[in-house]
């Protein structure tokens, strides 16, 4: 077969194109807003994919659909048919997965994170063929308590690594909607933690440009002190902690609209595997769950809520499971929840095709993986040739 000089050049020039996209062209700024659309912002932190369909129970009642599910994914977890099996489900049953990623766990601290796992990271969520077209990501957790970076507390090195993350990840993808870890506001200055004051104005004195690199706030909204907390009581340590962090960020001079992500939040129960008499009866959270919907969670700031926790059978939070212990039953907040009248959401859907395969890390081989493109580029230059 005899292939014409027109279409060698042409497909020369095709080749170029591909590569020159595929490895050097920066992606424009592609997410969209949750809250243009209609959006069911209640959600559920689970810890186990088969807690699913229970999930999608939970917060598409009601007349909802497409609610909200956290879920942490740690980094000897990255592994591609597993969750890709996962957003699969989740897109069957209209959930929109929100991804906290964490490290290891080296004894009682989670293992501080370098900047070789950067790339890993982000190959691996590239690789992977998401429910909806934004693709909500949390850069870690809690990095005011040492026990969360590897023993320490670091502002400064948080803020560039989060930077790092979101430059990357944007990379890959712009459709990556990147939020900052969730912050215990209640932590006092201490050998172990930070006040979330002097985290955030460190943090920010060494990054002003921090906002660039995030596109919503996640707030970690418990109603403090003991998980005694009333739902009127406003500022930091409460249900409206995120409206004080709003406000501390403003005064820190972050005036960008951050749509907000509740990702924990809700009362432990009196009844676990310990009863604890200081905490709110099981009886008492759902009616406290039914108010606070009418109240708290009505702001228009608010993208997602995912209280802790639906399904966590033992210590150290089995205070704060929905479901009871070695029944497939659960406390009246999961009702409580279930018949909060909420709305069927409209997010934009994912409907771009995956090129990037996830090549597994060697565990002796710290180089980055390198993206390999599939046969579906090159497949469209041989119809181009042959046709």
Not at 200 to 217: A, E, Q, R, T, V
Not at 255 to 262: A, G, R, S, T, Y
Not at 330 to 346: C, L, N, V
């Given at each position: 077969?005899?292939?014409?000089?027109?279409?060698?050049?042409?497909?020369?020039?095709?080749?170029?194109?591909?590569?020159?996209?595929?490895?050097?062209?920066?992606?424009?700024?592609?997410?969209?807003?949750?809250?243009?659309?209609?959006?069911?912002?209640?959600?559920?932190?689970?810890?186990?994919?088969?807690?699913?369909?229970?999930?999608?129970?939970?917060?598409?009642?009601?007349?909802?659909?497409?609610?909200?599910?956290?879920?942490?994914?740690?980094?000897?977890?990255?592994?591609?048919?597993?969750?890709?099996?996962?957003?699969?489900?989740?897109?069957?049953?209209?959930?929109?997965?929100?991804?906290?990623?964490?490290?290891?766990?080296?004894?009682?601290?989670?293992?501080?994170?370098?900047?070789?796992?950067?790339?890993?990271?982000?190959?691996?969520?590239?690789?992977?063929?998401?429910?909806?077209?934004?693709?909500?990501?949390?850069?870690?957790?809690?990095?005011?308590?040492?026990?969360?970076?590897?023993?320490?507390?670091?502002?400064?090195?948080?803020?560039?690594?989060?930077?790092?993350?979101?430059?990357?990840?944007?990379?890959?993808?712009?459709?990556?909607?990147?939020?900052?870890?969730?912050?215990?506001?209640?932590?006092?200055?201490?050998?172990?933690?930070?006040?979330?004051?002097?985290?955030?104005?460190?943090?920010?004195?060494?990054?002003?440009?921090?906002?660039?690199?995030?596109?919503?706030?996640?707030?970690?909204?418990?109603?403090?002190?003991?998980?005694?907390?009333?739902?009127?009581?406003?500022?930091?340590?409460?249900?409206?902690?995120?409206?004080?962090?709003?406000?501390?960020?403003?005064?820190?001079?972050?005036?960008?609209?951050?749509?907000?992500?509740?990702?924990?939040?809700?009362?432990?129960?009196?009844?676990?595997?310990?009863?604890?008499?200081?905490y709110y009866s099981a009886d008492e959270v759902g009616d406290l769950i039914t108010s606070t919907?009418?109240?708290?969670?009505?702001?228009?700031?608010?993208?997602?809520?995912?209280?802790?926790?639906?399904?966590?059978?033992?210590?150290?939070?089995?205070?704060?499971?929905?479901?009871?212990?070695?029944?497939?039953?659960?406390?009246?907040?999961?009702?409580?929840?279930?018949?909060?009248?909420?709305?069927?959401?409209?997010?934009?859907?994912?409907?771009?095709?995956?090129?990037?395969?996830?090549?597994?890390?060697?565990?002796?081989?710290?180089?980055?993986?390198?993206?390999?493109?599939?046969?579906?580029?090159?497949?469209?230059?041989?119809?181009?040739?042959?046709?």
């Amino acid at each position: 077969m005899k292939i014409s000089s027109h279409k060698l050049f042409l497909a020369a020039l095709l080749s170029i194109v591909i590569f020159l996209k595929a490895e050097f062209i920066t992606p424009t700024f592609a997410i969209t807003d949750p809250l243009e659309v209609p959006n069911n912002k209640y959600g559920i932190h689970i810890i186990d994919e088969n807690d699913l369909e229970n999930a999608a129970s939970l917060v598409n009642s009601s007349n909802g659909s497409w609610g909200y599910v956290t879920m942490v994914i740690t980094e000897d977890d990255r592994k591609v048919d597993k969750w890709q099996a996962i957003f699969d489900r989740m897109k069957k049953y209209k959930l929109i997965p929100i991804i906290r990623l964490a490290t290891k766990l080296t004894g009682s601290n989670w293992m501080k994170p370098n900047d070789t796992e950067i790339e890993y990271w982000a190959d691996f969520l590239n690789s992977l063929s998401w429910p909806v077209k934004n693709r909500y990501i949390i850069i870690f957790n809690e990095p005011n308590h040492a026990k969360e970076w590897g023993g320490t507390v670091n502002p400064e090195e948080y803020g560039r690594l989060l930077i790092k993350y979101s430059q990357s990840l944007k990379q890959k993808n712009p459709d990556f909607f990147i939020l900052p870890a969730g912050l215990d506001a209640s932590a006092p200055n201490s050998s172990a933690t930070m006040d979330e004051v002097n985290f955030l104005k460190i943090l920010i004195k060494d990054h002003p440009d921090l906002s660039n690199y995030i596109d919503g706030w996640t707030s970690h909204a418990y109603p403090n002190p003991g998980f005694r907390g009333k739902i009127t009581d406003t500022g930091r340590g409460t249900l409206q902690t995120f409206d004080w962090e709003l406000g501390l960020l403003n005064d820190l001079g972050i005036d960008k609209f951050l749509p907000v992500f509740i990702t924990e939040t809700g009362w432990p129960h009196r009844e676990g595997d310990q009863t604890v008499h200081s905490y709110y009866s099981a009886d008492e959270v759902g009616d406290l769950i039914t108010s606070t919907a009418q109240s708290v969670w009505s702001d228009s700031r608010i993208t997602a809520i995912t209280p802790f926790l639906l399904n966590y059978l033992s210590e150290p939070f089995s205070n704060f499971s929905w479901q009871i212990k070695d029944q497939a039953d659960f406390y009246p907040q999961f009702d409580s929840y279930r018949s909060i009248p909420k709305i069927a959401g409209r997010p934009v859907l994912n409907d771009t095709h995956i090129f990037v395969n996830y090549i597994q890390p060697n565990l002796g081989d710290k180089s980055s993986p390198k993206p390999e493109i599939k046969s579906t580029l090159l497949s469209v230059l041989l119809r181009f040739l042959l046709f």
